[in-house]
Nanobody, 127 residues
Framework: QVQVVESGGGLVQAGGSLRLSCTAS????????MGWFRQAPGKEREGVSC????????YYVDSVKGRFTISRDNAKNTLYLQMNSLKPEDTAMYYCAAGLNGYCSGSWSRGVSYNYWGQGTQVTVSS
C-alpha cells in the first residue's frame, strides 16, 4: 500500500521560512519524479515545483523562483521543500505527489502525471 505523507506546515510571519517534508512508502521512491502542489481557498490547484528521480533537474512556478528550493533524499524516501521569504500569497494547503515515472513531464505543473498524492499540510503566512 502506497502512502505519501506531508509534514512541516504551520503559521509563519511574512519573510519567514518553513521546510516541508514528504515521506513516501510502498513505492520505489527513486523511480519517481516528485512534485509539490498547493491550493488556496477558492483557487485552483497550482504546481509549485517538480524534481526528477535523481534530483538533478528541478522546475519551479515563476512565483516561487529564488525563494523555494525542492530537494530529495532517496535513501530516506523523503522529499523536501525549503520555503524562504514567505509571502501571504503563499498561504495554501501544500500537497506532495509521486510521478508516474522518473521525469517531470512538460506539463508537470498541471498535476496529471502523478499517481499518488498526500493529504496535504497547511501553510499560513501572516502579514
Amino acid at each position: 500500500q502506497v502512502q505519501v505523507v506531508e509534514s512541516g506546515g504551520g503559521l509563519v510571519q511574512a519573510g519567514g521560512s518553513l521546510r516541508l517534508s514528504c515521506t513516501a512508502s510502498g513505492l520505489t521512491f527513486d523511480d519517481s519524479a516528485m512534485g509539490w502542489f498547493r491550493q488556496a481557498p477558492g483557487k485552483e490547484r497550482e504546481g509549485v515545483s517538480c524534481i526528477n528521480w535523481s534530483g538533478s533537474i528541478t522546475y519551479y512556478v515563476d512565483s516561487v523562483k529564488g525563494r523555494f528550493t525542492i530537494s530529495r533524499d532517496n535513501a530516506k524516501n523523503t522529499l523536501y521543500l525549503q520555503m524562504n521569504s514567505l509571502k501571504p500569497e503563499d498561504t495554501a494547503m501544500y500537497y506532495c505527489a509521486a510521478g508516474l515515472n522518473g521525469y517531470c513531464s512538460g506539463s508537470w505543473s498541471r498535476g496529471v502525471s502523478y499517481n499518488y498524492w498526500g493529504q496535504g499540510t497547511q501553510v499560513t503566512v501572516s502579514s
